[in-house]
């Protein structure tokens, strides 16, 4: 079994930052791909960013590209989010999850992930 426990959310103007924290724990925490998805108010969720489990693969949503940077520390088991020019419609819950394959590769759809967290909330004002 595998546990996310997200930090970082909060309230943030428009053009500010954020760095989302995703500890993992679970003897296989450090194997496995993680990604974050968000749920905006009323809307489905959505992916953002994912990393393969060494950290040298990583997929972002185009709304992320340029933007948000995801990046992991295999020795502390946890995968951080950095949102940079932050916008109110980045205004969302914001989920880790980890993948069900041991060393396998990012992913950008929901199906391939098998352990999410609670989430954390992101609010950037206008």
């Known amino acids: 079994q595998v546990q996310l426990v997200e930090s970082g959310g909060g309230l943030v103007q428009a053009g500010g930052s954020l760095r989302l924290s995703c500890a993992a724990s679970?003897?296989?925490?450090?194997?496995?791909?993680i990604g974050w998805f968000r749920q905006p108010p009323g809307k489905e969720r959505e992916f953002v960013a994912a990393?393969?489990?060494?950290?040298?693969?990583?997929d972002y949503a185009d709304s992320a590209k340029a933007r948000f940077t995801i990046s992991r520390d295999n020795a502390k088991n946890t995968v951080y989010l950095q949102m940079n020019s932050l916008k109110p419609e980045d205004t969302a819950v914001y989920y880790c999850?980890?993948?069900?394959?041991?060393?396998?590769?990012?992913?950008?759809?929901?199906?391939?992930?098998?352990?999410w967290g609670q989430g954390t909330q992101v609010t950037v004002s206008s």
């Open positions: 999850a980890a993948g069900r394959r041991l060393w396998g590769a990012s992913s950008t759809t929901e199906t391939a992930y098998a352990y």
């Open positions: 679970g003897r296989t925490a450090s194997s496995l791909p």
């Open positions: 990393i393969s489990w060494s950290g040298d693969s990583t």
